[in-house]
């Protein structure tokens, strides 16, 4: 069974550094994408970026480029999504998924459960 | 960027009704490229639809997609209680992608 499953619930304040993560189990980590939404409050779901497992290839959402990093350990098939100095504004729910087998184009057939993140000083 | 905008906002309709819920772009999504995700909060998204019509391994032949160009539309022909969600369409014809803002379909 292809599971995502994400690490728990951040509560940090402004300026602060923060690097969360995405399990990948029940197929070979290393073959697919795996991507990263961001949700904020109330709103719709923005796509912020994906990376390669099996090398690392990377792209970026322009809205998102220099603001995150996505990093991927193929050896403990886990991806990670990290923020260098915090802002009240990266208060959302951040989801990682992947990337569809196959697919032309990108969208997502599994997705992990979602970590919460919440900055406030 | 291609803007996708659900509508309506929010539908209310009773179990064993037909939902309709319409995706329009601001410009033609190249290839049909669309897909449509059913979220209910506190869990996984859920793939329902890609290439616009082809449902994704394990759903039901209730969900069915159509449109092209700049319209796009998700039929739900008989309600069923879990189908009460949020959902999304999704672009991946031009980069970035793109999601809608969501439509939420809630039991009258």
């Not at chain 1, 069974?1 to 399990?23: D, M, T, W």
């Not at chain 1, 923020?83 to 087998?101: E, H, I, N, P």
Request: charged share 15%.
């Amino acid at each position: 069974e292809v599971q995502l499953v994400q690490s728990g619930a951040e509560v940090k304040k402004p300026g602060e550094s923060l690097k969360i993560s995405c399990k990948g189990s029940g197929y070979k980590f290393t073959s697919y994408w795996i991507g990263w939404v961001r949700q904020m409050p109330g709103k719709g779901l923005e796509w912020m970026g994906i990376i390669y497992p099996g090398d690392s290839d990377t792209r970026y959402s322009p809205s998102f480029q220099g603001q995150v990093t996505i990093s991927a350990d193929k050896s403990i098939s886990t991806a990670y999504l990290q923020w260098s100095s915090l802002k009240a504004s990266d208060t959302a729910m951040y989801f990682c998924a992947r990337r569809a087998d196959k697919a032309m184009g990108i969208y997502f057939d599994y997705w992990g459960q979602g970590t919460l993140v919440s900055v406030s000083s | 960027e291609i803007v996708l905008t659900q509508s309506p906002a929010t539908l209310s309709l009773s179990p064993g009704e037909r939902a309709t819920l319409s995706c329009g772009a601001s410009q033609s999504v190249s290839s049909n490229y669309l897909a449509w995700y059913h979220h209910k909060p506190g869990l996984a998204p859920r793939l329902l639809i890609y290439d616009t019509s082809s449902r994704a391994t394990g759903i039901p032949d209730r969900f069915s997609g159509s449109g092209s160009g700049t319209h796009f539309t998700l039929t739900i022909s008989r309600l069923e209680p879990e189908d009460f969600a949020v959902y999304y369409c999704q672009q991946y014809g031009d980069f970035p992608i793109t999601f809608g803002q969501g439509t939420r379909l809630e039991i009258k």
